[in-house]
């Protein structure tokens, strides 16, 4: 079965942390991709991967970076974490007929 | 660019009711067509999706019916249960946009016993 994993389920962090979201996935999915979830805005793409070492802005990247360095892993960094950064984040991975399996999500508080 | 536009929420029903959720797209092209759901305290997960006019997406007795001439990719289901209680979301996916899934706002439903 298609398995999609977050490192965390609720993250409180302090304004101006570094903060590492993880997501796994065991699909051998050459794509995926981090989303963040908010009230009215629906889902909006922040990174999105097509292969190792490889990465591509989504809709809103600032204040986040990412990290491929296995083909099943894939990081999201919060440089320095604020306030309006807090959110549910949603990590994705793709086959080839273009679905998109997510997992659970990283619901993140930043005081 | 491309987008897609699903009615707004909530919507409350009575188990045992007809279900629609309309869902509308602009899109060049001949795009792919997904709905997803969210359960309460969980991640999306694909519920349906068709990917070329007049096919019928149905998965747990929900289906929709891709319609190029409409530009429509309803939802319907003829009896819902409490159980069907989430968040509902419409997307595409183009080639034109490196097959991102273009999503809507989402739509939440609240069904009553």
């Known amino acids: 079965d298609v398995k999609v994993t977050q490192s965390s389920r609720y993250l409180v962090k302090r304004t101006g942390e570094k903060v590492f979201l993880e997501c796994v996935q065991d699909m051998d999915h050459e794509n995926m991709f981090w989303y963040r979830q908010d009230p009215g805005l629906g889902l909006r793409l922040i990174y999105f991967s097509y292969d190792v070492k490889m990465k591509e802005k989504g809709d809103i990247p600032e204040g986040y970076s990412v990290s491929r360095e296995k083909k099943e892993r894939f990081s999201l960094i919060l440089e320095s974490a604020s306030t309006n950064q807090t959110s549910m984040y949603l990590c994705?991975?793709?086959?080839?007929?273009?679905?998109?399996?997510f997992g659970p999500g990283t619901r993140l508080l930043v005081l | 660019g491309d987008s897609v536009t699903q009615m707004e929420g909530p919507v409350t029903l009575s188990e045992e009711a007809f279900l629609t959720i309309n869902c509308t797209y602009t899109?060049?092209?001949?795009?792919?067509l997904f709905w997803y759901v969210q359960y309460p305290g969980e991640g999306l997960q694909l519920l349906l999706k068709?990917?070329?006019a007049d096919d019928k997406g149905s998965n747990k007795g929900f289906e929709a019916t891709y319609r190029k001439e409409t530009t429509s990719f309803h939802l319907e289901k003829g009896s819902v249960q409490v159980s069907d209680s989430a968040v509902y979301f419409c997307a595409l996916s183009n080639a034109g946009n490196n097959r991102k899934l273009i999503w809507g706002l989402g739509t939440s439903l609240a069904v009553n016993p």
């Open positions: 068709a990917t070329k």
């Open positions: 899109a060049t092209g001949y795009p792919s």
């Open positions: 994705a991975s793709r086959d080839s007929p273009q679905t998109q399996y």
